[in-house]
Nanobody, 126 residues
Framework: QVQLVEYGGGLVQAGGSLRLSCAAS????????MAWFRQAPGKEREFVAA???????TYSDSMRGRFTISRDNAKSTLYLQMDSLKSEDTAVYYC????????????????????WGQGTQVTVSS
């Protein structure tokens, strides 16, 4: 099993930037797809971005162009650079490890991921 720990969340003004990180323990990081999801108060968990084991990437339409997902397999770390933040980006952000090395869909379902972090809060003030 893998443990995922997110950090880097916080309070930022609209238009600002944050960089989230997700540190993974265990061996199964480099050979799995990884993703970021988020959940706002009163809403369902929402897909943000995913990256497969060899770097292929997909984004949610509302984040494309503002968010950038990346990974460093040598450090077993997943990143999410978030720019031009909006108040509607306020949510708890979770990283997740895929069951497979590749992404199965442009918007992969949560069921494709078998390990989740505890989440990090991002609050964007308007």
């Amino acid at each position: 099993q893998v443990q995922l720990v997110e950090y880097g969340g916080g309070l930022v003004q609209a238009g600002g930037s944050l960089r989230l990180s997700c540190a993974a323990s265990g061996r199964t990081f480099g050979n799995r797809a990884m993703a970021w999801f988020r959940q706002a108060p009163g809403k369902e968990r929402e897909f943000v971005a995913a990256i497969n084991a060899i770097g292929g990437i997909t984004y949610s339409d509302s984040m494309r162009g503002r968010f950038t997902i990346s990974r460093d397999n040598a450090k077993s770390t997943l990143y999410l650079q978030m720019d031009s933040l909006k108040s509607e980006d306020t949510a708890v952000y979770y990283c997740a490890r895929g069951r497979l090395p590749y992404i199965t869909d442009f918007v992969p379902p949560a069921q494709d991921f078998d390990s989740w972090g505890q989440g990090t809060q991002v609050t964007v003030s308007s």
